[in-house]
């Protein structure tokens, strides 16, 4: 099982990135799929999600009205598009597996697979 994220970089205060996160080796309709963050020092921060099944998504007050999830079924890949960007937004941005029946959803320990982050760093 492979969840890599990607797109991550250096974007100035109110600019936008989209951040891509793979998947490979799982059954797709059976997942739910999360974002997370973490900033130096912090905990990790449940960012958003999408439900494959039915593509409904949720995402935290910090990023509501700025961040929004989506897919691509075919190529079994979710995005973030993250616009208006804040220094605060800046963190390691992760995404994740999990049961498709997942109802703790900001914890990151009812997610399965991880990938290894991108790194997302908002100058002011």
């Known amino acids: 099982v492979q969840v890599q994220a990607s797109g991550g970089g250096l974007v100035q205060a109110g600019g936008s990135l989209r951040l891509s996160c793979a998947v490979s080796?799982?059954?797709?309709?059976?997942?739910?799929m999360g974002w997370f963050r973490q900033a130096p020092g912090k905990e990790r921060e449940f960012v958003g999600l999408i439900r494959w099944s039915g593509g409904g998504t949720r995402t935290a007050d910090s990023v509501k009205g700025r961040f929004t999830i989506s897919r691509d079924s075919a190529e079994n890949t979710v995005y973030l598009q993250m616009s208006s960007l804040k220094p605060e937004d800046t963190a390691l941005y992760s995404c994740a597996a999990g049961s498709v029946y997942l109802t703790d959803y900001r914890n990151p320990k009812a997610y399965n697979y991880w990938g290894q982050g991108t790194l997302v760093t908002v100058s002011s």
């Open positions: 080796g799982l059954t797709v309709s059976s997942h739910t």
